[in-house]
């Protein structure tokens, strides 16, 4: 986007600027390159003349580290309690968010912006809790020493050769409205060090040998000057974009490095680098990407561009309508506020030479408030890029000029009745537009010339000779070229325009195709396999490798026979553990024929995808190849989710089964195991005092809990070979009666059981099974119904299936509970009454239907009318009807 006009707002600008202040508190940062240099000490002073002039200023959290000096500045103001901790059985001190919150003062101060909270504290980390402070309109005073920045913990690392464990995100950095440096020359704050101002005396001379040596701390203290003037120049270039300011302001150096597709963008890349190296500045790279670039052009700036990527620049492809590169340059320019521009001498034109049309000269005369540098065109050019395949022979564009010229002029000669002279000017003009449009300028002109001699030659008096007397003939040959170069222009242009928007649709379409295609798959390696179909379809040769840090393995590969060497393992590894792309037209191992790319979520790395081209990727496909590697990680992301979901879905159901269980356990074990107890010990000690018919009695119910025991053990047996498979039935043609008939007589207990069974209806079951199934249901019938009730067995023929319903006069099934009847180990309650058994009569009738074929449903309350006022319920089994 271009910028805005000069002396006019920036729109985004204004309207951030708009944002209500009351909404946020101001923060104030005071950096310190080191312990030490005074930070706390500067803030606490400032907060003392601030309360003094009546703002509501309290110490949030102050840490003193025993120092005396300020232990003083803070014993005139107010402080916060602070919150008490409990952690691995001792009490510790941390900072009271609530608290804060609730007071609302308005200034709060708080010390050490990168400490760790004790864990148990709403926040991990006390910058987030400063975050919810400012979110709450209070402003906030904090310190921050420049080595606790993420960025920088590596070179920290390296300078001091310690590295800091506590770190926070630069951008808390960014959301400071003030920074103010604390300063402290490396001999002063050394000499504070040996005075024992800071550390204690043992503690001192080691830090002095160490982290405090004086070029440690120089380099420090320019780190921490360099971060606070960046700070500065961002609210510069905020300000001017708010109030419209065209820059450059030469506050501070800053260079701009213009990228083309010519030989010399890797010589401007490494020219720029050191100038901004010498110069100590922040540079970018911007590439200009018009719509008259062709696919060749695209790809000689690649190589510039991620060089200056990997010297650290920041990368810039800037697209504009029209050809006005100049333009754009100073945009791009002006929006970094940069002072020095480095371009290309480049291959200018004679004729663009001669009219100052160069674009040196242009910037010169347009930019006179930039250093311009002018790099050299290098000794040794580097190779053209390779040409795009031509589909059509090389020969067409310039025979067919020749060809049309003929034809026409044939038709002129002999048959000027169809073409007369004074019209062929015109056949022949469309012969130059056609050929302009179809090949471009070169063959255009190549025809209006021919076009002109043939007129010329052919139609003008006297013919057969080449004269132009006429000043009119002049102006005809005139028309004729500029006809051609013009149309020639347009139509180049507007070839590249519709390749570019072709190639913008295809883009599209791929990654629309991408994304259809990579939320079909519900499991990983189906996932996987079609991340590397769709990863073949741009380049000829894909594989998918998953795993960790230690070990990867190959997890899907296109086409199947597909293996890597160990060079090209060796990019995959670096590729996973650095998360940047290795290989093939990257700047790590570009010498592996495979080109890696990270699969990554803000989750992490997941994989890797690997791609193999015979021929160098084009822009959109690399570009296709980006979003398949985005999508494929959100799409692999997902799918491991869901599963991670689906495990912890079923560890749930298997914790709720075994509780379920042992709670059955307890109940149906306990209960008939003291009957027996209980009757075995009368029997033993009183068989003497007892009567016959009590003996009898006491051993009738030994025996009727040992068979309840029995029972349950089958139960579980059973439900325990369902669920591993073990049970196949023995289908063959039943007699339904008979099998309903030997239910019922299974039965025990009293009730009135009524039978409708269609004669002469077989079932195709297993006879036992089928048995079993019925009397498990009639004995659930008997558990949910009163004394008395009245059950009934109906068996007919409906359709190709055979269903018979056990219908009840109970206490019914709860709406809510009918989805779960057939569960394990579900009984249904009524109020605080749950009947007697194990929840698994139902579990195991349904498993018993499934492997015959059939299926198994509840229904109540029951379709007729209830005899003695309970709902009821009805449990129909269906299975496919048989002949004897």
Do not use: C
């Not at 674009?359 to 065109?377: E, G, K, T, W």
């Not at 991670?644 to 209960?671: I, M, V």
Request: hydrophobic share 45%; no cysteine; net charge neutral.
């Amino acid at each position: 986007m271009n910028e805005v006009e000069e002396g006019r707002p920036d729109p985004d600008a204004l309207l951030a600027a708009l944002e209500p202040e009351d909404r946020r508190g101001r923060l104030k940062i005071f950096l310190g390159s080191a312990p030490g240099v005074g930070k706390t000490y500067e803030m606490l002073v400032q907060a003392r003349r601030r309360l003094a002039e009546g703002t509501d200023v309290v110490a949030g959290i102050i840490e003193t580290h025993g120092r005396a000096e300020t232990g003083a500045q803070i014993a005139s103001l107010p402080v916060l309690p602070r919150r008490m901790i409990t952690y691995r059985g001792r009490e510790l001190e941390e900072f009271d968010l609530d608290g804060a919150l609730a007071r609302r003062p308005g200034l709060l101060l708080v010390d050490e912006l990168a400490h760790t909270n004790v864990p148990g504290s709403r926040h991990a980390k006390r910058w987030e809790d400063v975050a919810d402070i400012l979110a709450a309109g209070i402003s906030v005073w904090a310190t921050l020493n420049v080595q606790h920045l993420e960025s920088l913990n590596d070179d920290v690392a390296r300078i001091t050769g310690v590295r800091p464990t506590e770190t926070l995100p630069d951008r808390v950095l960014d959301l400071a409205d003030e920074i103010e440096v604390v300063d402290l020359s490396p001999a002063d704050l050394r000499r504070r060090l040996q005075e024992g101002k800071i550390y204690r005396a043992d503690n001192a001379s080691r830090a002095l040998e160490g982290f405090f040596r004086e070029g440690n701390l120089t380099a420090l203290r320019e780190i921490a000057l360099r971060r606070a003037a960046a700070h500065v120049d961002t609210h510069m270039r905020d300000w001017m974009r708010r109030s419209g300011v065209r820059g450059p302001w030469p506050a501070s150096d800053s260079l701009v490095a213009l990228v083309g597709p010519d030989s010399s963008a890797d010589a401007v890349v490494r020219r720029a680098k050191r100038l901004a190296d010498a110069l100590r500045a922040p540079w970018s790279a911007v590439h200009v990407e018009r719509a008259t670039e062709g696919e060749a052009a695209a790809r000689a700036v690649r190589r510039p561009l991620a060089l200056a990527a990997q010297l650290g620049a920041d990368i810039e492809v800037r697209p504009v309508q029209g050809a006005d590169l100049v333009t754009a340059l100073l945009d791009a320019a002006r929006a970094r506020n940069a002072t020095h521009l480095v371009i290309g001498r480049g291959h200018s034109s004679l004729w663009r030479r001669l009219l100052g049309r160069t674009l040196s000269i242009q910037l010169m005369n347009r930019a006179p408030d930039f250093v311009l540098h002018v790099v050299p065109i290098p000794a040794s050019p580097a190779k053209p890029p390779p040409r795009a395949r031509v589909k059509q022979p090389g020969w067409l564009p310039w025979a067919a000029p020749v060809l049309l010229v003929a034809v026409v002029s044939s038709a002129g000669v002999f048959a000027p009745g169809v073409l007369p002279a004074e019209a062929a000017n015109m056949v022949y003009l469309a012969v130059v537009v056609g050929i302009a449009a179809l090949w471009g300028t070169g063959p255009a002109l190549l025809a209006a010339g021919l076009g002109v001699f043939a007129w010329d030659f052919f139609f003008v008096q006297p013919i057969y000779t080449v004269t132009i007397e006429r000043p009119a003939d002049l102006v005809t040959a005139a028309v004729f070229a500029a006809v051609g170069v013009l149309t020639g222009s347009l139509a180049g242009r507007a070839r590249a325009e519709a390749r570019a928007a072709g190639g913008r649709v295809a883009g599209l379409r791929r990654i629309t195709t991408f994304s259809r295609k990579l939320n079909a798959p519900a499991t990983e390696p189906d996932l996987l396999a079609e991340i590397a179909r769709l990863a073949a379809s741009v380049a000829r040769r894909a594989l998918v490798l998953t795993g960790d840090d230690t070990e990867l393995m190959i997890a899907a590969t296109e086409p199947a026979t597909e293996t890597l060497d160990e060079g090209a393992w060796a990019a995959a590894r670096w590729a996973f553990q650095h998360g940047e792309p290795t290989g093939q037209g990257s700047s790590t191992l570009p010498s592996t024929a495979w080109r890696f790319m990270p699969l990554q979520t803000v989750r992490g790395r997941l994989g890797v995808l690997g791609v193999r081209s015979d021929v160098e990727l084009d822009s959109a496909e690399l570009q296709a190849m980006e979003a398949l590697v985005d999508q494929s990680a959100v799409a692999l992301e997902r799918v491991r989710l869901a599963a991670d979901a689906a495990r912890a879905a079923a560890s749930e159901d298997t914790q709720r089964l075994r509780t379920a269980l042992l709670a059955s356990l307890g109940h149906d074990l306990r209960t008939p195991l003291a009957g027996i107890q209980g009757a075995a010990g009368t029997l033993r000690t009183a068989w003497d005092s007892l009567t016959p018919e009590t003996r009898a009695d006491l051993l009738a119910s030994i025996e009727q809990d040992v068979g309840r025991m029995a029972r349950f053990l089958a139960n579980i047996t059973d439900l325990t070979r369902l669920e591993s498979g073990q049970i196949r039935p023995r289908l063959t043609a039943v007699p339904v009666a008979e099998v309903v008939e030997a239910a019922i007589a299974r039965l025990t207990d009293p009730l009135h059981v009524t039978t409708f069974v269609t004669p002469g209806i077989n079932v195709r079951a297993d006879a036992a099974l089928l048995e079993q199934v019925l009397f498990n249901v009639l004995d659930n019938a008997v558990k949910y119904s009163p004394h008395g009730a009245f059950v009934r067995v109906r068996a007919e023929a409906v359709g190709g299936d055979v269903m018979i319903s056990v219908t009840d006069e109970g206490v019914g099934i709860p709406l809510e509970d009918l989805p779960h009847v057939f569960d394990s180990f579900f009984r249904v309650r009524r109020g605080d009454r749950t009947a007697p058994g194990t929840g698994l009569g139902l579990a195991i009738a349904r498993g018993l239907v499934e492997a015959m074929g059939g299926r198994i449903d509840a229904q109540s309350p029951s379709p007729d009318a209830p005899r003695i006022g309970f709902p009821g319920s009805v449990v129909t089994v269906r299975l496919p009807a048989a002949a004897i």
